[in-house]
């Protein structure tokens, strides 16, 4: 969509409501004059809760409105009538999004699957009307308490998409052509690097009617991404919740660097980033097959490495539908060793 603006980091200062006051009450009444206290409590403050929604995939609410608080709660009234308690303020997140007090090192929670709520400001109490007081020695209390303030807080957000594969590979790999070929998704795509400033999210239909499978393609990796350069820190963030991988490689080397090099450079920053991605099951796309030099470097880079490759070409729709059939075969968990 033009003028659509990715935010997948944001920082906000949310309240929560404060509590109404309670009520300093006398009952009165034709033939009761001295009735007595009958001040009501008053209601909670509004909780803000942030709950993880499949159809909002930006933080961009947070961007343009930093500042968001919920309502407080009414004031009690004479008759004993409680207080209206304070809506609570329900602010939907992408799914995959983690919660911070901001400046703090600890994780207050992780939304990652649709409905996953957290509530990260509470209301504050009522306060207690003039009923609660009275006592055989004190008939005519006019004691009662204000509302408690409600919680307030910085809060960081970070999201981390969440998808079953994430491609991965060097700028200009093809690895946007390759997510437009398998998915309805389509991503720019240009014949200069860093075209993919953004994550972006493609499914691939099932055969049956099973959901599909969900593909991330993370911008392009350079050396030192682990450590942030190029932004690398910020992109590789989206692979953490992947469950496998699928490493795109220039097979026509178009950059003057072996496939095998460029295998290499990629699993020396996934592992330094997080070991743990180094563990996830995963596919080798050899992509530009349709160019000249492609098939002897895959014949070099499998006699190197003695690693399966599936030769594709996503400009000329050639080795799509094994790759596709590879893909769905893929296991669901994530253990395993590094190769």
Known sequence: M????????????????????????????????????????????????????????SLIAFYYQPRQAAEDGGRGRGQKRH??????????????????EDGADGVLGDLVKPGDRLVVARGGAGGLGNCHWKTSTHQAPREFTRGAPGEARRIRLDLKL???????????????????????????????????????????PHELAAPGLKLVDIPG??????????????????????????????MAAEDGRPPAESYAALREELGRYNPDLLCRPALIAGNK???????????????????????????????????????????????????
């Open 221 to 250: 990796l350079l050396p030192g991404a682990h450590a942030g350069v190029g932004l690398g820190y910020v992109f590789l963030r989206h692979v953490e919740r992947t469950r496998a991988l699928l490493y795109v490689l220039d």
């Open 162 to 204: 969440v998808a079953d594969v994430g491609l991965v590979g060097l700028p200009n790999a093809g690895k946007s052509s390759l997510l437009a070929a398998l998915t309805p998704a389509r991503p720019k795509i240009a014949a200069y690097p860093f075209t993919t400033l953004n994550p972006v999210l493609g499914t691939l």
């Open 289 to 339: 097959m349709d160019l000249e030099p492609a098939a002897a470097n895959l014949a070099d880079f499998q006699a190197a490495t003695r690693l399966e490759v599936i030769p594709v070409s996503a400009r000329a729709g050639t080795g799509l539908e094994a790759l596709k059939a590879a893909l769905r075969a893929l296991p669901a968990g994530r253990e395993g060793k590094p190769e």
């Open 2 to 57: 033009k003028g659509f603006r990715f935010v997948e980091t944001a920082s906000a200062d949310i309240r929560a409501g404060s509590g109404g006051d309670g009520s300093a009450s006398f009952r009165r009444e034709k033939f009761i004059p001295f009735g007595g206290p009958d001040g009501g409590d008053g209601g909670r403050g509004g909780h803000v809760i942030l709950e993880a929604d499949p159809d909002t995939d």
């Open 83 to 100: 207080g209206r308690n304070g809506a609570d303020l329900v602010l939907k997140v992408p799914c995959g999004t983690e919660v911070r």
